[in-house]
């Protein structure tokens, strides 16, 4: 394929990953950024997501352009927006920065390009929220330049599976739309899927979500139960995931975190809304999984009773604070609501997490393991990095609470499972 120059618009966990695949396979790539400490950071060849090793930025070398001026987009055959979609203080979508980055884009949109918009969002974003502001170029989307929808699906943390790997889902404005944008993708990846317009793409990404969102609040919902039975969750869930066929495996844990399960169902929820309609399964999901860490914080309370000791001045150790194992994304992580409800009730609280070294805003730095597994009261796994050995936490401190099942297989007494 013939060398293109991409523009992306938003440089973090998804952009900059995007970026360096379409550089990595020798195409020209514009990378934008409102924040121009990222910006800087490329255009010194360091990289600051996690996923993507300061090497590759430097082994790409001049084919990525990092900026934080959009006229810089006027020479790009496509421009994909990855900014963020969070939700406002009511819950609600928070299309600002979708607004602020199309608003800035119409500006410089000429002719013939493509804009694709990347950002997890409600489906008819695109063409109802989208299409408008990029027309205030003067130019008719369809007809003058091309527009679609592409959701992201990148994993952070996740190795087996790559951009080149996953199948990219397209839906266009029009059929010619959805063309130029699948020729554009299957330069980074090796299956793309076309559907019949963005709302369907947009939808598609939001199923992803409620899906895992849904099937995750089911799992919490049995280990509350199976607190009350005295059954081991665990062991349930490895013997119904010996089944072949017809059951997909999830687990329950202390809660959602990242930026898109505890976020994208409710994008949806809004829309619904919008229709006169209750989508039931997304609020009950979300509230059963938002409530986690309150159960979490009672199991804890409970250990330390059945040891005769109180949440009041217990010093408890939090392992891994960050939402998933293998990153540092503290974003939405379940251990920040944990720590809270915990000190709330009078804990002394510290963490070890080698992913995340400090917490500024809570005043904690990672303790090392040797100084304090067996001078805490309470060691609780809450999210289970590969780096750390359970096997010693269970020998070395005296209670350990495990909320991911990373210690099925060790028996000991000192040892309880969510
Ligand atoms: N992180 C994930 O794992 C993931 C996975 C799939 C989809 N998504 C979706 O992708 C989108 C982006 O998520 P992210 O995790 O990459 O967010 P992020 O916060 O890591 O990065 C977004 C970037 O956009 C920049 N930005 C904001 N407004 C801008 C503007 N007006 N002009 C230029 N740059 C601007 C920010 O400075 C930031 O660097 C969201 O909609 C998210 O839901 C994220």
């Not at 918009?117 to 109802?128: C, D, K, Q, V």
């Not at 609020?283 to 986690?292: M, P």
């Not at 067996?374 to 780096?387: I, S, W």
Request: aromatic share 6%; with cysteine.
């Amino acid at each position: 394929m013939a060398p293109m120059k991409v523009g992306i618009i938003g440089l973090g966990y998804v952009g900059l990953p995007l970026a360096v695949a379409f550089a990595e396979e020798g195409h020209e790539v514009v990378g934008l950024d409102a924040d121009g400490r990222k910006v800087e950071a490329l255009r010194e060849g360091r990289s600051y997501i996690e996923d993507v090793p300061t090497e590759t930025i430097s082994s790409v070398g001049d084919r990525l352009v990092a900026t934080t001026s959009y006229e810089d987009l006027a020479a790009c055959e496509a421009v994909l927006i990855c900014v963020p979609t969070p939700l406002t203080q009511s819950r609600e979508p928070d299309l600002t920065y979708l607004v602020d980055s199309a608003t800035s884009l119409s500006a410089v949109l000429v002719p013939e390009q493509l804009v694709v918009l990347e950002s997890t969002t409600y489906p008819g974003t695109t063409r109802e929220r989208l299409r408008p502001i990029l027309e205030e170029s003067g130019l008719a989307a369809g007809r003058d330049f091309h527009l679609a929808f592409s959701p992201e699906r990148i994993d952070p943390g996740r190795t087996d599976y790559t951009i080149r790997t996953t199948p990219k889902i397209v839906g266009g404005l029009t059929e010619a739309c959805t063309e130029r944008a699948r020729e554009l993708y299957a330069a980074i990846c090796d299956e793309v899927v076309t559907v019949s317009g963005p709302e369907a793409a947009e939808l598609a990404k939001l199923l992803e979500n409620i899906f895992r969102s849904v099937n995750i609040a089911l799992m919490n919902e049995l280990a509350m139960l199976c607190d009350r039975l005295d059954i081991d969750i665990w062991e349930v869930i490895d013997a119904a995931a010996t089944k072949p066929f017809g059951f997909m495996r999830f687990d329950p844990g202390p809660g959602m975190g990242g930026h898109c399960l505890p976020v994208d169902p409710f994008y949806l929820a809004y829309k619904a809304r919008e229709h006169d309609f209750y989508t039931e399964f997304i609020e009950l999901a979300g509230k059963i999984n938002q409530n986690q860490p309150h159960f979490c914080v009672q199991r804890m309370e409970h250990s330390l009773n059945e040891v005769s000791k109180p949440m009041r001045g217990s010093r408890i150790l939090l392992l891994g604070v960050s939402y998933k194992a293998g990153v540092g994304d503290m974003r939405e992580s379940p251990a920040l609501k944990i720590m809270r409800l915990a000190r709330e009730m009078g804990a002394d609280v510290v963490y070890h997490d080698p992913h995340v070294p400090e917490l500024p805003d809570l005043g904690l730095s990672s303790v090392e393991l040797a100084d304090e597994l067996a001078g805490c009261d309470l060691a609780c796994v809450v999210t289970a990095h590969p780096e750390v050995d359970y096997e010693r936490v269970v020998a070395e401190a005296p209670l350990v609470l495990d909320f991911r099942g990373v210690t099925r297989g060790i028996e000991a007494k000192n040892l309880v499972r969510l």
